[in-house]
């Protein structure tokens, strides 16, 4: 199966399997933190004896995330000068060693340092298999496999979950096994994927200077950027703070919170789906649309008095949050020829996660400017309501590189 494309200078064009191939790996940023979030009150008794125990252990989970906001960049610089396939394997295989190693290892500061070695991969692995999905297809082709990351990511956000919690059974120890699936995805890539070439004019400028950054759209990108910064904030809000606030209005089994939360985030991959069906139109358009979604869903959690009606208000912003993910990640690929895509994905990244990192900052703020986690939400419907004000007046639109700069063609 292929998406009719074709390579250029007798690459394969590109099919199902090296599509699926890199589109796999974005499973991993989840797991980084999901598949943990179960074990954490068990990290938390087992080193209760060390000094600031309670500042340090939640740090297994987030410093994965803070990695991948600093080092994206880096890794998308490394991957338009070294190229994008090699390095992404010894990701792969770096991801695998270092994520097991908290199976073996007795010190928290070890166990902190294996996972700063978990977030350099991460980094490398999200920036460089994005950057050939954008390498390898064009046009709907490209728009559907980059948009079905947000889904994919999410689905794989449920199953980690659940995965976390049972291996969790067994003790802290045992879920840190399923990082070496790392490995499995190192043999698909090897199978499925080849080095992108691009064209004989991008070969050289790669060849020739790697590092440079010789017509970047600095202005366009730094306005996409900022978007994505913001939009983080929005999609993250959900997803950490939703059990927060079904607890506030009556809900106190954690079970029965989890699962009522992953329903609420079934709108996630039904608005990567519907992104599928209309992510033509305008940017502007798009835009407009996902932010009175993330406003509309925030208001609606905000004014809730019973739980059924905060999940609808969750159901709505997570509907615009998957449309809202794969609208930014598209346009910014848009804008990027190969010799500067690992770059500019890099950045994407890196704004995406810096959003992620930002996100129960702000709430926590606007929750004691607020009173209350659900005046916060207010708070945040007014913030998205201003970026649907913004798409309709900015004058948006996409970039040039759908098919010029990609190494297919048809």
């Given at each position: 199966?292929?998406?009719?494309?074709?390579?250029t200078?007798?690459?394969?064009a590109?099919?199902?399997?090296?599509?699926?191939?890199?589109?796999?790996?974005i499973?991993?940023?989840?797991?980084?933190?999901?598949?943990?979030?179960?074990?954490?009150p068990q990290?938390?008794?087992?080193f209760?004896?060390?000094?600031?125990?309670?500042?340090?252990?939640?740090?297994?989970?987030?410093?994965?995330?803070?990695?991948?906001?600093?080092?994206?960049?880096?890794?998308?610089?490394?991957?338009?000068?070294f190229?994008?396939?090699?390095?992404?394997?010894?990701?792969?295989?770096?991801?695998?060693?270092?994520?097991?190693?908290?199976?073996?290892?007795?010190?928290?500061?070890?166990?902190?340092?294996?996972?700063?070695?978990?977030?350099?991969?991460?980094?490398?692995?999200?920036?460089?298999?994005?950057?050939?999905?954008?390498?390898?297809?064009?046009?709907?082709?490209?728009?559907?496999?980059?948009?079905?990351?947000?889904?994919?990511?999410?689905?794989?956000?449920?199953?980690?979950?659940?995965?976390?919690?049972?291996?969790?059974?067994?003790?802290w120890r045992?879920?840190?096994?399923?990082?070496?699936?790392?490995?499995?995805?190192?043999?698909?890539v090897?199978?499925?994927?080849?080095?992108?070439?691009?064209?004989?004019?991008?070969?050289?400028?790669?060849?020739?200077?790697?590092?440079?950054?010789?017509?970047?759209?600095?202005?366009?990108?730094?306005?996409?950027?900022?978007?994505?910064?913001?939009?983080s904030?929005?999609?993250?809000?959900?997803?950490i703070?939703?059990?927060?606030?079904?607890?506030?209005?009556?809900?106190?089994?954690?079970?029965?919170?989890?699962?009522?939360?992953s329903?609420?985030?079934?709108?996630?991959?039904?608005?990567?789906?519907?992104?599928?069906?209309?992510?033509?139109?305008?940017?502007g358009?798009?835009?407009?649309?996902?932010?009175?979604?993330?406003?509309?869903?925030?208001?609606?959690?905000?004014?809730?008095?019973?739980?059924a009606?905060?999940?609808?208000?969750?159901?709505?912003?997570q509907?615009g949050?998957?449309?809202?993910?794969?609208?930014?990640?598209?346009?910014?690929?848009?804008?990027?020829?190969?010799?500067?895509?690992?770059?500019?994905?890099?950045?994407?990244?890196?704004?995406f996660?810096?959003?992620?990192?930002?996100?129960?900052?702000?709430?926590?703020?606007?929750?004691?400017?607020?009173?209350?986690?659900?005046?916060?939400?207010?708070?945040?419907?007014?913030?998205?309501?201003?970026g649907?004000g913004?798409?309709?007046?900015?004058?948006?639109?996409?970039?040039?590189?759908?098919?010029?700069g990609?190494?297919?063609?048809?």
């Open positions: 199966m292929t998406d009719h494309s074709a390579a200078d007798g690459d394969p590109p099919g199902f399997l090296t599509g699926f191939s890199l589109l796999l790996p499973t991993l940023s989840t797991m980084a933190i999901v598949l943990l979030a179960p074990i954490l990290l938390l008794a087992d209760s004896t060390v000094p600031a125990h309670e500042y340090w252990v939640p740090m297994i989970l987030t410093i994965p995330a803070l990695c991948v906001a600093f080092f994206s960049p880096l890794a998308g610089m490394l991957g338009d000068r190229g994008r396939r090699r390095l992404l394997l010894l990701a792969f295989l770096l991801y695998a060693l270092v994520g097991i190693a908290p199976i073996f290892l007795h010190s928290l500061p070890a166990i902190l340092l294996s996972r700063v070695g978990v977030g350099l991969a991460e980094a490398a692995i999200m920036v460089l298999s994005t950057t050939m999905i954008g390498d390898y297809y064009k046009g709907a082709a490209r728009d559907k496999w980059l948009a079905a990351q947000t889904a994919f990511a999410s689905l794989s956000a449920l199953l980690f979950f659940n995965l976390g919690g049972q291996l969790g059974a067994f003790g045992t879920p840190f096994w399923a990082y070496a699936s790392a490995l499995v995805m190192f043999a698909l090897l199978r499925f994927t080849w080095e992108p070439r691009g064209d004989a004019a991008a070969r050289a400028t790669v060849v020739g200077d790697g590092n440079g950054w010789a017509g970047f759209p600095w202005r366009r990108m730094a306005m996409i950027l900022a978007i994505t910064v913001y939009g904030v929005f999609f993250y809000t959900v997803q703070q939703a059990s927060s606030g079904l607890h506030a209005l009556g809900l106190s089994d954690p079970a029965r919170i989890g699962f009522l939360t329903v609420a985030s079934i709108g996630v991959p039904l608005g990567t789906f519907l992104y599928s069906r209309i992510g033509r139109w305008p940017i358009r798009l835009l407009l649309l996902e932010f009175a979604l993330l406003a509309a869903g925030f208001c609606v959690m905000g004014l809730a008095h019973a739980p009606g905060f999940l609808i208000g969750c159901f709505l912003n509907l949050a998957g449309l809202l993910l794969p609208t930014l990640l598209v346009w910014a690929m848009s804008l990027l020829s190969f010799e500067i895509r690992g770059r500019g994905a890099g950045l994407w990244q890196s704004a996660a810096f959003g992620q990192f930002l996100s129960p900052v702000i709430v926590t703020l606007l929750s004691k400017q607020a009173g209350s986690l659900a005046g916060a939400f207010v708070l945040l419907s007014l913030g998205a309501l201003a649907a913004a798409a309709l007046v900015a004058p948006f639109r996409r970039g040039e590189q759908p098919v010029g990609a190494i297919v063609h048809g």
